[in-house]
C-alpha cells in the first residue's frame, strides 16, 4: 500500500449534517483529537464523513456490484477525500450486542482457550480427543443438547403460575390458564375429575395442585350439560391441559405474538441442570487443564487467571501449552494494563458498561499486527477514572508506534491536551457550529478566541461554584452485599450532590444504579422500572441483600437518569419521548383546516394507519436488502422521508406542516413554535437548558448517543417541576459533554438539589466531582480488590486526607 507522501488525509468540501463545506487537513502517524460542543460536529466529520468514505471504499474493492445499492444508501456529502487509509470504527454505541458474545469473544481469547484445551488439556482416561469446537457452546460440536448452549432453560415457576393463591379455581387461580370458552372448559374438567374448584388453591391437595400445574397427562373427560353451571346443550369430550403444558403448547403454536409475551410472563429462565449452566456438552466439560474445566477457568477474574497460566508459560517453547499460555499471559497483560482485570472471559458482553467493550476492542486491536490504517474512537477515556486513562493513553501511543493514525472524538482535556494535533469544530451546535475553528498543534488553539474548547482548555471559562451545602439529614444503609458489594455499610447524606468515585469496576454502577435505586424504590413501592428492551436479563437471579435500611422514608420518589435508549426503534425519538408532539399533533389538530376536513390528533400520528404514508408505515425510510450489511435503509420511495401521506401534509400550521414541525431543531422550534401552547413551550425551555437545543424533534431514538439520551430523560424530568423530594441518581452524566456542556448540565443537576431534592453521580469527571458537597470514594481496585468505601466526606476532606485513587487528582484540582 502507497499514500501520497505528505502525510496527511485532505478532507475538501465536507457537507455532512452541519458541516458548512469544510476543508481540513489530518495528519497521518498521529493521534488526532476532535473537539466541539455536543453538536457542533465533530461526528460528522470524523464518522460520518472520514470513516464512513473509508467504509465506501471498501465496500467498492470488495463488491463492485453494491455500487448501486451504496448509491442508495448514501456516500458521505463530500466532494473529495485524499490520502486516506483503511479506518476501522471503534464506536461506543453499537447496535444490540448479543447475548452470546462474551468478553472471550470480544477479545478472541476464546479462540486460543479452546485450542489449548484441545491440544493441550487432560482428558479423563479412555476419552477421545476432542476438536477446538467442541469447547465452544455456540457450535452443534460444541452445545449442549438441552439448552442448545445458551447454558438456561425456561420452564414454568408456579409462584408465576399461581401469583395468589387465596383464590379459588372458579376465581382464577392459575393465571395462566385461557379465559373465555376454554377456561370454562378446563374448569369442568377439574370439578369432574372431582377437585374441588370453589375451594381456595392454598387449600388443595399437594399432589392435585402439582398434577393441575405440571402434569404431562391430557385426558379426554366427557362433559355433560349438568356439569355446565348454566346446564343445557349436549355433551361433548373435553381436554385437560396443565398449566405447564398450556403455556408450552402456546408458546410453541400461538401464531400470535401477543399470547406468546403473555404466556413469557409465567416463565423463569433457570441456569441449565444438564450443563450447569455453562452450555458445554459434559464430554467438554470433563477435560481440565491446569486442574480446571473451561467453564471454571472462564469465570475467573483475569488476575487470577493470569497467574492461573503464568506457572504453565514457561519451559519448553515447541510445547503447545507452553506456545499458547504464553500468547495468553501476553495479552491478559495489556488487559489489567487497561484496568480490566476483574472482568472474565465468560462474562456476557450485555453486562458490560460501553467503555469496558471500547476498551476490550482497542486492546484486541493492538494485537491484530494491522498498520497503516485509521482508527476512528469515539470518547475512549469515557467511563475511566483518571488513574484508568493512563494505561489506555499508552496503548493508544502503541498502535501509533505500529503505524497507525488515530482520530479520537474527545473531550477529556488532559486526554486532548496530550494529542499531536486537535481539529476544533464550532463554534456551536447544529447550524451555529459546523465550521473547523483550527487544525494544527493544541498550542495553536489558546490564540482562537471564539472556540469554547480553547476557553476552557486554557483556564479562560469561568468555572461553575457553589457554596457547599449542609445536609438535611443522612441515609444509612448496612448489610449491602451485590457483585464485589459484600456487606457494605454506607451513609449518604440528603438534599445535597454526591460523587460516587472510584477506579473501573470498583462498585460504583453497582451501588447507585442498582442498589440504591432498588432500596429505595422497594421503601417506596415503586414498582421497578421495567427493562428498555425484552432480552435485557441485566442481574436476573442477583438479588440485592440489604441488611438495614434508615432513612429513606425522605424521599417522595426515585428517579433514575441512565444513559440507556429511550426507545428501540425510530418510532420513538425526542418528541414522542418528551411528550411535546402530542402538544403538537393537538395545535394541528384544532387548525380550522383539519377541523374543515374531520382530521382528529391520531390523523397527525406517524404510528397509527390513517394519516402516516402507507408505502413506509410511517418511518419514513424503507430496508434495504444488502447481503453483508445487515440492516441498512434508504429513504422511502413515496414520501421521501416526510412520513405522512400528500393530504396529511397539506394541513399546516404557521406555515409548517406536521412534516416540518418534526424536522425543526428545539431551537428553531422554540422561535417558530413560540407562544403556541404552554406544553410545547415548557418542554423546549428545558431541553434548551441541558444543552439540547440542537437535536431535531423528530430525531429517531436510534441515532442519540447515550449521553443524548440521558439528558432527554433529565429534560423530561425537569418540565414536570414536581414537587416534594425525589432522589435523583445518575451514572456519569458528563459522559460525552465538552466541557462547556458540563457547566450546563451542573447547573441543572445543582438547581434539583437547590430545589430539595437529593442528586446522587456516579462520575469521573473531576471539575464536576469538585462541585459536589459530598464524595464516596469505592475501591481501592476493580472487582474482589474493590467494593469498600475508602474514603469519603467534602471534597476537601478527601483530598487532604490522601487516601484513595481520586484524593492525588482532587487534590491537584482543588489546590
Ligand atoms: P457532535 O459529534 O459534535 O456532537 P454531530 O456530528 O453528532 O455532533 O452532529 C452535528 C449536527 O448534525 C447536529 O445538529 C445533529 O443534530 C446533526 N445530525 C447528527 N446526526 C444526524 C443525522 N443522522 N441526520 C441529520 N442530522 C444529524
Ligand atoms: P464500576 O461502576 O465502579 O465500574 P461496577 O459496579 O460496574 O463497577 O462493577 C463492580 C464489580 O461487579 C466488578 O467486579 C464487575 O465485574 C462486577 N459486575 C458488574 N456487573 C455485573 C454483572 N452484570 N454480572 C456479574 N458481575 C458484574
Ligand atoms: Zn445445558
Ligand atoms: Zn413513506
Wanted: a negative charge.
Amino acid at each position: 500500500m502507497s499514500y501520497p507522501l505528505d502525510g496527511y488525509v485532505r478532507v475538501r468540501g465536507a457537507r455532512e449534517h452541519n458541516l458548512k463545506d469544510v476543508d481540513v487537513d489530518v495528519p497521518r502517524n498521529a493521534i488526532v483529537a476532535f473537539t466541539g460542543v455536543s453538536g457542533s460536529g465533530k461526528s460528522s466529520l470524523a464518522f460520518g464523513t472520514i470513516y464512513a468514505e473509508a467504509q465506501r471504499r471498501y465496500f467498492e474493492s470488495v463488491a463492485p456490484y453494491a455500487r448501486r445499492l451504496l448509491q442508495q444508501v448514501g456516500a458521505p456529502h463530500v466532494d473529495e477525500i485524499t490520502g486516506l487509509p483503511p479506518a476501522v470504527a471503534l464506536q461506543q454505541r453499537r447496535g444490540a450486542p448479543s447475548s452470546r458474545s462474551t468478553v472471550g469473544t470480544i477479545t478472541t481469547l476464546s479462540n486460543l482457550v479452546r485450542i489449548l484445551y484441545s491440544r493441550a488439556g487432560s482428558y479423563p482416561p479412555g476419552a477421545e480427543h476432542l476438536a477446538a469446537e467442541a469447547f465452544s457452546p455456540n457450535t452443534t460440536a460444541g452445545a449442549c443438547p438441552e439448552c442448545h448452549g445458551l447454558g438456561v432453560t425456561h420452564d414454568v415457576a408456579e409462584d408465576l403460575l399461581v401469583p395468589d393463591p387465596a383464590l379459588s379455581i372458579r376465581d382464577g387461580a392459575i393465571a395462566a390458564w385461557p379465559g373465555a370458552w376454554q377456561g370454562h372448559n378446563l374448569r369442568r374438567i377439574v370439578k369432574n375429575l372431582g377437585i374441588d374448584v370453589d375451594r381456595p388453591w392454598r387449600e388443595l391437595a399437594a399432589k392435585d395442585r402439582q398434577w393441575l400445574l405440571f402434569t404431562d397427562e391430557q385426558p379426554s373427560v366427557l362433559i355433560r350439560p349438568q356439569d355446565k353451571d348454566g346446564g343445557g346443550g349436549r355433551d361433548y369430550h373435553g381436554t385437560f391441559r396443565s398449566a405447564r403444558s398450556h403455556v408450552h403448547h402456546v408458546l410453541a403454536s400461538s401464531a400470535s405474538a401477543a399470547m406468546r409475551a403473555k404466556m413469557l410472563a409465567f416463565v423463569r429462565s433457570t441456569p441449565c441442570p444438564v450443563c450447569d449452566g455453562t452450555g458445554l456438552r459434559v464430554e467438554a466439560l470433563a477435560v481440565t487443564f491446569a486442574g480446571v474445566s473451561i467453564a471454571a477457568l472462564g469465570a475467573l477474574p483475569f488476575t487470577e487467571l493470569v497467574e492461573l497460566l503464568r506457572s504453565s508459560a514457561t519451559g519448553d517453547e515447541d510445547d503447545v501449552a507452553v506456545r499458547i499460555s504464553a500468547d495468553l499471559v501476553a495479552r491478559i497483560d495489556l488487559l489489567l494494563d487497561l484496568g480490566l482485570g476483574y472482568l472474565s472471559l465468560g462474562r456476557t458482553s450485555t453486562t458490560l458498561s460501553p467503555g469496558e467493550a471500547q476498551r476490550l476492542r482497542i486492546a484486541t486491536q493492538l494485537r491484530s499486527g494491522l498498520f497503516g490504517v485509521v482508527y476512528v474512537l469515539d470518547e475512549p477515556s469515557a467511563g475511566l477514572h483518571p488513574a484508568d486513562a493512563e494505561p489506555l493513553l499508552g496503548v493508544l501511543d502503541q498502535l501509533k508506534a505500529a503505524g497507525n493514525s488515530l482520530f479520537v472524538v474527545e473531550h477529556d482535556l488532559d486526554v486532548v491536551r496530550r494529542a499531536d494535533w486537535v481539529v476544533d469544530i464550532g463554534p456551536a451546535a447544529g447550524g451555529g457550529g459546523g465550521q473547523v475553528l483550527w487544525s494544527g498543534p493544541v498550542a495553536g488553539l489558546e490564540g482562537v478566541r471564539e472556540s469554547p474548547t480553547s476557553d476552557h482548555l486554557f483556564g479562560r471559562a469561568a468555572r461553575f461554584e457553589h457554596e457547599l451545602r449542609t445536609p438535611s439529614a443522612w441515609l444509612h444503609l448496612g448489610g449491602v452485599t451485590r457483585h464485589n458489594l459484600r456487606d457494605l455499610s454506607v451513609d449518604l447524606p440528603l438534599g445535597v450532590l454526591t460523587a460516587v468515585t472510584g477506579v473501573s469496576g470498583s462498585g460504583k454502577s453497582t451501588l447507585v444504579s442498582q442498589v440504591l435505586a432498588e432500596v429505595v424504590r422497594a421503601e417506596l413501592g415503586q414498582a421497578p422500572e421495567p427493562p428498555a428492551d425484552e432480552d435485557e436479563d441485566e442481574d436476573s437471579g442477583q438479588p440485592v441483600e440489604i441488611g438495614r435500611v434508615v432513612g429513606a422514608e425522605a424521599f417522595d420518589r426515585v428517579v433514575v437518569v441512565d444513559q440507556r435508549p429511550i426507545g428501540r426503534t425510530p418510532r420513538s425519538n425526542l418528541a414522542t419521548y418528551t411528550g411535546l408532539f402530542d402538544a403538537v399533533r393537538k395545535l394541528f389538530a384544532a387548525t380550522p383546516e383539519a377541523r374543515q376536513r374531520g382530521y382528529g390528533v391520531g390523523r397527525f400520528s406517524f404510528n397509527v394507519a390513517g394519516g402516516r404514508c402507507e408505502t413506509c408505515d410511517g418511518e419514513g425510510f424503507v430496508s434495504v436488502e444488502l447481503l453483508f450489511l445487515p440492516g441498512t435503509y434508504g429513504p422511502c420511495p413515496t414520501c421521501h422521508g416526510a412520513r405522512y401521506n400528500a393530504e396529511t401534509l397539506e394541513v399546516t400550521y404557521r406555515d409548517l406542516s406536521v412534516a416540518d414541525v418534526l424536522a425543526l431543531s428545539v431551537d428553531e422550534a422554540a422561535a417558530l413554535l413560540d407562544g403556541a401552547a404552554a406544553g410545547i413551550t415548557r418542554s423546549l425551555e428545558a431541553l434548551r437548558d441541558v444543552g439540547l437545543g440542537y437535536l431535531r424533534l423528530g430525531q429517531p431514538a436510534t441515532e442519540l448517543s447515550g449521553g443524548e439520551a440521558q439528558r432527554i430523560k433529565l429534560a423530561t424530568e425537569l418540565q414536570r417541576a414536581r414537587r416534594g423530594h425525589a432522589l435523583y441518581l445518575l451514572d456519569e452524566p458528563t459522559a460525552g459533554l465538552h466541557p462547556a456542556d458540563i457547566d450546563l448540565l451542573l447547573r441543572q443537576l445543582h438547581g434539583l438539589v437547590d430545589a430539595g431534592s437529593t442528586v446522587v453521580l456516579v462520575e469521573h469527571d473531576l471539575p464536576t466531582i469538585a462541585t459536589a458537597d459530598w464524595l464516596v470514594d469505592l475501591g481501592p481496585g476493580g472487582g474482589d480488590a474493590g467494593g469498600r468505601v475508602v474514603a469519603t466526606g467534602t471534597p476537601y476532606d478527601v483530598a487532604a486526607a490522601g487516601v484513595g485513587a481520586t484524593a492525588p487528582y482532587l487534590a491537584r484540582r482543588l489546590g
